[in-house]
């Protein structure tokens, strides 16, 4: 298999571990996971990036947000390269739910200022579009390392194909030769399950992302 899935930090996947063997699973948002009889298993761990906007160069931020909402621009985190890199933020790992063979849902973890904590369960058109993103990575024979990369501004997921198997997955920036697999639903005019070079894809969404000028400027 030519894609090198990292292990996720044993406290993330444990704490997934414990929520699945709760009682309140049964209890949970996610309708596939309340009456499922055998042993449910966390895999395939996929750490979450979230991409901030081209003017997220200043401010805080007080507590963690799901990698989905848009938020306050935060300030660039370890990720952030030189002027002009895309700026990124380790938000959490992700892992597949699975009854035997079968993708049921997801469990999200959150770092926080206590360590790794699990966040939630959730079902929805994004597990089987990142499974089918996995397979087209996988068919395409070179040594990945697969990650998430979230746009919350654009309500935007992609499969990150990081092009250093060996790198750190909590590390780095999207390099010009990595590859983004936009996950279903994508933002219109960008097409799902078509692979983009980082080189060619964050430069058309940097302008969606641009903030509008300010009223009065001449720009």
């Not at 991409?51 to 952030?80: C, D």
């Not at 999200?108 to 990575?137: C, I, V």
């Amino acid at each position: 298999m030519p894609l090198h899935v990292s292990p996720a930090p044993a406290p993330a996947l444990h704490s997934v571990l414990v929520a699945l063997g709760s009682p309140a699973l049964r209890e949970a948002g996610t309708p596939a996971l309340r009456s499922v009889p055998g042993p449910l298993s966390a895999e395939l761990p996929l750490p979450v990036h979230v991409l901030a906007a081209p003017s997220s160069q200043s401010g805080s931020r007080s507590e963690p947000r799901s990698e989905f909402e848009p938020e306050p621009r935060p300030a660039p985190a370890p990720g952030a390269g030189p002027a002009g890199a895309p700026a990124t933020r380790l938000a959490g790992w992700r892992f597949l739910v699975r009854e035997g063979g079968a993708t049921l849902a997801a469990a999200d973890t959150l770092r926080t200022a206590g360590g790794w904590t699990f966040s939630h369960f959730f079902e929805g058109p994004y597990l089987t579009s990142t499974e089918r993103a996995l397979r087209q990575a996988d068919a395409s024979g070179s040594p990945w390392q697969p990650r998430l990369l979230s746009v919350p501004d654009l309500y935007m997921l992609t499969l990150w194909l990081h092009g250093d198997p060996e790198a750190d997955p909590a590390e780095g920036v999207p390099a010009p030769a990595d590859v983004l697999i936009p996950l279903a639903p994508a933002p219109p005019g960008i097409a799902a399950h078509r692979p983009y070079r980082v080189a060619d894809l964050l430069p058309r969404l940097a302008v969606r992302l641009a903030p509008p000028p300010l009223l009065g400027s001449t720009a």
